[in-house]
């Protein structure tokens, strides 16, 4: 199977070579699989290095017999909020069900000849990337047909950050369908023992776990991803960023899709004469077919050599460039307008809560909204300890 891997930018201090993800760990869990009729959730971040983990334990004997996929497919390369059908993987022909179209969670018949169902994939470490939704339909599927979910942990690129207002559950949507803040500072199985504990599920069972931990892994460890987890997330530099700049899919503004530069540059036309900087977003098949601003030039910021330490220092999601862009905008009132295009989301859906836009339309200083947040965040933090399986 073809993997995408990230260009390497930075001069961080990554953990890479000191960690062993769960997936790479195969002596603890092949023994467990063997005679067993595996099922697989996963995309192209499914790896033991550079093999994809499908590959790797066919090669080891183990029965699996059938593939389920997330947002963008199996394969990455589906254009994020595209419907991905149902498939058979040319390489192996075991067939793929796709859990991101009709299907949003494993049917009755889909675990009937399931011993035991395998979960490897990438996550960021905040609200709106969607795989979180994915775990949590696949848990319930499990709890309710008594079946074991077995978690192949992976770092979470984003975990020195515990960020953002807690969500609303009135916004509840497919961006953001549990009471956490912005981001949340969880592993997938970390997260997977808050959605069992929290009673996240509408089923009343519990979902039979078995995590295969990340060795000598800490929260406040850095660690560069391999592959790239999604189509828009290509660089090390767009994953540090992803917290902050993802807010810009809920304003008038191009956040680089339609660029090789997803979430490290934003723009729009109507910044023309205030900023030198510019680009064209073009039409990118898996990635962005119709970006907004299309063929258009934008002007606006060039996040692309942004200081990554600094952001990790913060230890805050950047407020800076949202409020700047909105203060030099000459077309404030049409700054949150959704009517323009669908490419642009709910700024309340994303971020969580009614008060930012009028904080933001309104001037309101970054310390005065972080001392809105405040109070969640406290209350989630202690929430978040009973389920840590690594230290801070």
């Not at 599927?141 to 192949?152: D, F, H, P, T």
């Not at 767009?238 to 723009?267: A, M, Q, W």
């Not at 004469?273 to 990118?284: E, L, N």
């Amino acid at each position: 199977m073809n993997v995408t891997f990230l260009k390497a930018q930075t001069t961080l201090d990554y953990c890479n070579d000191r960690i062993r993800t769960g997936a790479e760990q195969t002596e603890r869990y092949v023994p467990y699989l063997k005679g067993k009729r595996v099922a697989i959730l996963g995309n192209p971040s499914t790896v033991i290095k550079d093999k994809h983990l499908v590959d790797s334990l066919l090669s080891l004997g183990i029965q699996i017999v059938k593939i389920f996929g997330p947002e963008h497919g199996f394969r990455g390369n589906a254009s994020n909020g595209t419907e991905v059908s149902d498939e058979i993987d040319q390489q192996t022909q075991i067939p793929i069900i796709s859990l991101y179209g009709n299907k949003k969670k494993p049917s009755n018949q889909d675990l009937k000849d399931v011993d035991i169902f395998i979960y490897d994939v990438q996550d960021m470490g905040v609200r709106f990337y969607t795989n979180i939704n994915t775990l949590r339909d696949i848990m319930e599927a499990c709890a309710e047909n008594s079946k074991e979910l077995m978690i192949l942990d992976r770092p979470n690129p984003n975990a020195y950050l515990i960020d953002g207002p807690i969500l609303d559950m009135k916004h509840k949507s497919g961006i953001g369908q549990f009471p956490l803040p912005i981001a949340h500072g969880l592993t997938t199985a970390e997260f997977a023992q808050m959605v069992n504990g929290e009673g996240w599920m509408a089923t009343s069972k519990k979902c039979k776990l078995k995590i295969i931990p990340v060795e000598n892994y800490k929260h406040n460890m850095l660690y560069r991803l391999p592959v790239s987890p999604s189509p828009n997330l290509n660089t090390e530099q767009s994953i540090l960023l992803y917290p902050s700049t993802c807010l810009f899919e809920g304003v008038k503004i191009n956040h680089g899709r339609g660029t090789d530069f997803p979430f490290t540059i934003l723009g729009s036309p109507v910044y023309k004469g205030i900023y030198s900087f510019s680009f064209t977003p073009v039409s990118k098949k898996g990635m962005s077919e119709t970006p907004l601003f299309m063929n258009e030039m934008c002007y606006g910021l060039d996040l692309r050599s942004y200081n990554l330490q600094e952001l990790v220092n913060s230890k805050q999601i950047n407020l800076t460039w949202i409020k700047e862009l909105y203060e030099k905008s000459p077309e404030k009132d049409k700054f949150f307008d959704q009517s323009f295009s669908k490419q642009i989301g709910s700024i309340e859906r994303l971020v969580g809560v009614d008060a930012f836009r009028t904080q933001i339309e309104n001037g309101v200083s970054e310390a005065e909204i972080r001392k809105s947040w405040a109070p969640g965040l406290a209350k989630y933090k202690i929430m978040r300890k009973k389920y840590l399986i690594y230290k801070d």
